[in-house]
């Protein structure tokens, strides 16, 4: 196995990049394969590829990356995510050569690269990934440092998942669309020499649990084991390596070697997560000026104690005892965050924290990011003796008493349109409570309102005024004393109603609707439109069977230029404009204009002008029904005393 120059971190765009070479190159490009090789796959489809015998490094240079690998709790399974960062001059060096080696293929090899050739790399890269080693290995026993049969890691086709981040930038000020005459319909390219950063990502397929397998270790992790990599051509690369919950699981010695020389390197560091996990950080480097010098990372592990060892010491930030925690009963819940759990003690191993239950049924741990979480049947409280624990087993014998327990409970609705009903009910657990909320959607609030609650239920009204139509919860905090302050955030399936928008026609300095052309041939309608909800509204004209959506909008403020011709064609001379104004939930308000002509002609009149189109329109209102005028009043009128509000 360390012999193997296969890369651990054989991500998406290079093993493609292999594959395609093998696909699309000539035999002479191909040192590795023999003339009976490149037979045999000369007719084969895209899906039947062989990509073993490659690196990554062989082709791709990478400014850094990063890759983490989990061993799973069966020791049998990994699953490992990968990302590669390529900046500057190297990202335009790897489009070039993708679309090189594309040369033959429609679009290929003509300096630029395209959506479609992106698609055809991302379709059958895990097919080719399954055909290449991880350069990883495991051993359990005495330290090993090669020559042995290792336990190697393999990839697993239906676990790969692969991306990428701006091979193709979108948007790109160079990007046109595809010139071959065999291009998909929405593809587009850019050139090669684009210098855009771009990231490649391989991680687990949605829905699978691992993408690396190997024979499960005999004693799973729980007696001396060895792992090796081979780390040739890794550049510039950190390694995350996590380990199942082993109680006393440490690193006792590591190695860098060249060609079996050890050398100078990076250690390994140790961090134990607040789960009891182990996790290592390794850093690696390897100066392309070396090849082809093989260079392989060992890493032994153990579980025998260590010569010294520190007890965990609880510290001034910890609550004081007998103090309370609140929960959500009745599932898993979030009690402390990891981030303020963590000041609670110290230990130079880390630590962990332990209750045991009065009732039973209670139960506790924390997760890999330190966050407590607390699960519960649907009683109210209960108390827990909790201590502190570090990896290898030290704990410390000072405990703390805690009381965990729902604070209250709560109902929410709404009744008027405006507001949530926020019904709160104490259930004993404190005496009393200082609680603030307001609606909430996503990042938007609504005002915050404040109660004190003692014993008895208290309804308070949160406003939901500048919040959009849809789903909205109450989001919020209590307080009590001797109490850990409660963070809640509340989803009674609330939906806030969309209100139409408010449409009104401006008249002119005349008195008018409707400023006329001096050609005779158009009129401009001016007027003001707003959305109680604050959403977007769409306007659309209707004159004479056509429709015009040409609005210019500056605020709430729109304008629109209305052609008379369609009307003229149709002998029309007194123009029943409707404009209708639609939000992003579809509510629409309509308004009716009455414009005349008044360029036309009485019959009676010699071809003077008709001064009743000035009477008409003198009040300076637009032309409307009663209905119509009714509904637009009374929406101005609510929007208008919500404001007040």
Same mark, same amino acid.
Request: hydrophobic share 35%; glycine share 8%.
């Given at each position: 196995?360390?012999?193997?120059?296969?890369?651990?971190?054989?991500?998406? $765009?290079?093993?493609?990049?292999?594959? !395609?070479?093998?696909?699309?190159?000539?035999?002479?490009?191909?040192?590795?394969?023999?003339?009976?090789?490149?037979?045999?796959?000369?007719?084969?489809?895209?899906?039947?590829?062989?990509?073993?015998?490659?690196?990554?490094?062989?082709?791709?240079?990478?400014?850094?990356?990063?890759?983490?690998?989990?061993?799973?709790?069966? &020791?049998?399974?990994?699953?490992?995510?990968?990302?590669?960062?390529?900046?500057?001059?190297?990202?335009?060096?790897?489009?070039?050569?993708?679309?090189?080696?594309?040369?033959?293929?429609?679009?290929?090899?003509?300096?630029?690269?395209?959506?479609?050739?992106?698609?055809?790399?991302?379709?059958?890269?895990?097919?080719?990934?399954?055909?290449?080693?991880?350069?990883?290995?495991?051993?359990?026993?005495?330290?090993?440092?090669?020559?042995?049969?290792?336990?190697?890691?393999?990839?697993?086709?239906?676990?790969?998942?692969?991306?990428?981040?701006?091979?193709?930038?979108?948007?790109?000020?160079?990007?046109?669309?595809?010139?071959?005459?065999?291009?998909?319909?929405?593809?587009?390219?850019?050139?090669?020499?684009?210098?855009?950063?771009?990231?490649?990502?391989?991680?687990?397929?949605?829905?699978?649990?691992?993408?690396?397998?190997?024979?499960?270790?005999?004693?799973?992790?729980?007696?001396?084991?060895? $792992?090796?990599?081979?780390?040739?051509?890794?550049?510039?690369?950190?390694?995350?390596?996590?380990?199942? !919950?082993?109680?006393?699981?440490? !690193?006792?010695?590591?190695?860098?070697?060249?060609?079996?020389?050890?050398?100078?390197?990076?250690?390994?560091?140790?961090?134990?997560?607040?789960?009891?996990?182990?996790?290592?950080?390794?850093?690696?480097? #390897?100066?392309?000026?070396? &090849?082809?010098?093989?260079?392989?990372?060992?890493?032994?592990?153990?579980?025998?104690?260590?010569?010294?060892?520190?007890?965990?010491? &609880?510290?001034?930030?910890?609550?004081?005892?007998?103090?309370?925690?609140?929960?959500?009963?009745?599932?898993? #819940?979030?009690?402390?965050?990891?981030?303020?759990?963590?000041?609670?003690?110290?230990?130079?191993?880390? &630590?962990?924290?332990?209750?045991?239950?009065?009732?039973?049924?209670?139960?506790?741990?924390?997760?890999?990011?330190?966050?407590?979480?607390?699960?519960?049947?649907?009683?109210?409280?209960?108390?827990?003796?909790?201590?502190?624990?570090?990896?290898?087993?030290?704990?410390?014998?000072?405990?703390?008493?805690?009381?965990?327990?729902?604070?209250?409970?709560?109902?929410?609705?709404?009744?008027?349109?405006?507001?949530?009903?926020?019904?709160?009910?104490?259930?004993?657990?404190?005496?009393?409570?200082?609680?603030?909320?307001?609606?909430?959607?996503?990042?938007?609030?609504?005002?915050?309102?404040?109660?004190?609650?003692?014993?008895?239920?208290?309804?308070?009204?949160?406003?939901?005024?500048?919040?959009?139509?849809?789903?909205?919860?109450?989001?919020?905090?209590?307080?009590?004393?001797?109490? $850990?302050?409660?963070?809640?955030?509340?989803?009674?399936?609330?939906?806030?109603?969309?209100?139409?928008?408010?449409?009104?026609?401006?008249?002119?300095?005349?008195?008018?609707?409707?400023?006329?052309?001096?050609?005779?041939?158009?009129?401009?309608?001016?007027?003001?439109?707003?959305?109680?909800?604050?959403?977007?509204?769409?306007?659309?004209?209707?004159?004479?069977?056509?429709?015009?959506?040409?609005?210019?909008?500056?605020?709430?403020?729109?304008?629109?230029?209305?052609?008379?011709?369609?009307?003229?064609?149709?002998? !029309?001379?007194?123009?029943?404009?409707?404009?209708?104004?639609?939000?992003?939930?579809?509510?629409?308000?309509?308004?009716?204009?009455?414009?005349?002509?008044?360029?036309?002609?009485?019959?009676?009149?010699?071809?003077?002008?008709?001064?009743?189109?000035?009477?008409?329109?003198?009040?300076?209102?637009?032309?409307?029904?009663?209905?119509?005028?009714?509904?637009?009043?009374?929406?101005?009128?609510?929007?208008?005393?919500?404001? $007040?509000?």
């Amino acid at each position: 196995m360390a012999g193997n120059r296969i890369a651990v971190h054989s991500t998406a $765009l290079s093993l493609i990049v292999l594959m !395609i070479m093998m696909i699309l190159s000539p035999v002479a490009e191909h040192p590795h394969l023999n003339e009976e090789k490149i037979s045999e796959t000369s007719g084969r489809q895209l899906d039947d590829v062989d990509c073993s015998g490659y690196t990554f490094e062989d082709l791709f240079d990478y400014n850094f990356a990063l890759f983490n690998i989990n061993i799973e709790d069966d &020791w049998a399974t990994s699953s490992m995510s990968a990302t590669a960062y390529v900046n500057g001059s190297n990202s335009a060096t790897v489009r070039e050569n993708l679309d090189g080696l594309f040369d033959g293929a429609p679009g290929g090899n003509n300096s630029w690269i395209s959506t479609d050739e992106r698609e055809a790399v991302r379709e059958i890269g895990p097919k080719c990934i399954v055909d290449m080693d991880t350069r990883l290995g495991i051993r359990e026993g005495i330290p090993h440092r090669g020559g042995v049969d290792w336990n190697d890691f393999e990839f697993v086709e239906e676990g790969i998942a692969l991306d990428e981040v701006d091979l193709v930038p979108n948007g790109h000020a160079e990007e046109r669309n595809c010139q071959n005459l065999l291009a998909s319909n929405n593809c587009t390219e850019v050139p090669v020499s684009v210098t855009d950063d771009l990231q490649i990502s391989l991680f687990v397929k949605g829905g699978e649990s691992n993408n690396m397998r190997f024979d499960q270790l005999p004693n799973k992790g729980a007696s001396n084991f060895t $792992l090796a990599l081979n780390v040739t051509n890794m550049t510039n690369a950190d390694l995350l390596l996590t380990f199942p !919950i082993i109680q006393g699981l440490r !690193i006792s010695n590591f190695s860098m070697q060249d060609d079996g020389v050890e050398i100078n390197s990076y250690e390994p560091e140790e961090t134990y997560l607040p789960d009891g996990s182990l996790m290592i950080k390794q850093h690696v480097d #390897y100066d392309k000026a070396d &090849w082809p010098i093989g260079r392989n990372l060992f890493i032994d592990f153990t579980t025998s104690a260590p010569e010294s060892n520190d007890i965990p010491q &609880w510290s001034g930030a910890a609550p004081n005892n007998n103090s309370i925690i609140p929960v959500m009963t009745g599932m898993e #819940y979030l009690a402390v965050s990891g981030e303020e759990i963590s000041t609670w003690a110290s230990d130079s191993n880390g &630590w962990t924290m332990e209750c045991e239950f009065a009732n039973p049924a209670w139960s506790s741990r924390q997760d890999t990011n330190g966050n407590f979480l607390v699960t519960s049947p649907s009683t109210t409280s209960t108390t827990a003796e909790c201590s502190i624990k570090d990896p290898f087993g030290a704990q410390n014998n000072d405990t703390l008493t805690f009381t965990f327990g729902q604070p209250f409970t709560s109902e929410g609705q709404i009744n008027d349109g405006e507001n949530i009903d926020f019904t709160i009910t104490p259930t004993g657990l404190v005496s009393e409570l200082s609680i603030v909320a307001h609606a909430h959607q996503s990042q938007t609030m609504g005002t915050s309102r404040s109660v004190s609650v003692t014993t008895e239920s208290v309804t308070i009204p949160l406003p939901m005024e500048g919040l959009k139509p849809g789903n909205v919860m109450i989001m919020g905090s209590a307080q009590s004393s001797n109490m $850990l302050t409660f963070n809640f955030m509340l989803d009674f399936e609330l939906e806030k109603e969309s209100l139409p928008p408010v449409l009104d026609l401006t008249v002119n300095f005349e008195g008018k609707n409707a400023t006329w052309d001096a050609s005779g041939y158009k009129f401009t309608l001016r007027g003001e439109v707003l959305d109680p909800d604050g959403e977007e509204v769409s306007l659309v004209l209707n004159l004479c069977g056509y429709q015009a959506t040409d609005f210019t909008k500056v605020g709430k403020n729109w304008e629109i230029d209305v052609s008379i011709a369609t009307c003229k064609q149709q002998g !029309i001379t007194e123009y029943d404009v409707t404009i209708k104004a639609t939000d992003d939930s579809g509510k629409n308000s309509t308004l009716s204009v009455l414009v005349k002509d008044p360029y036309e002609t009485s019959d009676n009149s010699g071809g003077s002008s008709d001064d009743s189109d000035s009477d008409s329109e003198s009040s300076g209102l637009p032309s409307v029904s009663l209905l119509a005028t009714l509904s637009i009043t009374l929406l101005g009128a609510a929007f208008a005393r919500r404001k $007040l509000e």
